[in-house]
């Protein structure tokens, strides 16, 4: 009976830690889709750093992630088809900045260290399709808060930003750090 219970509390423990790992530190994420394509595609398999948004929550700040990084959003956000699903997108624009998207696909930002703009594909040396609008938009950022899209810019390419606007930090579940499937594509970022 006692070498049952050590197996039960065993089997609970690591149950226990699989389940604390996958909320607070890594997480295994799958791409579902082609909105971050050429970056990402349908089917990879990816690994979700949680690390640096635990350890903002744990010391009572927001988890804002830096420009360029990309991250998953939980479920909160609902797609075109009405699904809840997490999404995986780029952050673009941080607080406070302002975002300008033109009908000729032209993206600028505006920040107080900034004020002239700059391209953020340009600045992230991201080679990516025209950014596509139906109409021309400009939103400022507001505290706590990211603006976010996929690479694939491309009309119906992405649902992102430019539909839901900003994102709260809160919605921000992780940011990639490695694709590990397939093979021989892995790569660290």
């Given at each position: 009976m006692k070498a049952f219970l050590s197996v039960v509390a065993f089997v609970g423990g690591v149950i226990?830690?699989?389940?604390l790992i996958n909320h607070f530190v890594f997480q295994s994420y799958y791409v579902d889709g082609t909105s971050m394509t050429p970056t990402l595609r349908n089917n990879d398999r990816l690994i979700i750093d949680k690390v640096e948004r635990t350890v903002a929550l744990a010391g009572g700040k927001h988890y804002i992630p830096k420009r360029g990084q990309i991250v998953v959003l939980d479920s909160s956000l609902v797609d075109r088809t009405g699904h809840n699903e997490q999404l995986i997108k780029r952050v673009i624009g941080l607080p406070g900045e302002t975002i300008d998207i033109k009908t000729d696909?032209?993206?600028?930002?505006?920040?107080?260290e900034r004020p002239e703009g700059f391209d953020p594909d340009q600045e992230l040396d991201l080679h990516l399709a025209t950014t596509y609008v139906e109409s021309a938009l400009s939103v400022t950022i507001p505290d706590n808060e990211v603006f976010v899209m996929g690479d694939n810019r491309e009309p119906g390419g992405s649902f992102d930003s430019r539909s839901f606007g900003p994102v709260e930090s809160d919605k921000i579940q992780g940011r990639l750090i490695a694709r590990i499937f397939p093979l021989n594509e892995t790569k660290i970022f």
């Open positions: 226990v830690a699989a389940i696909g032209t993206v600028t930002i505006h920040s107080k």
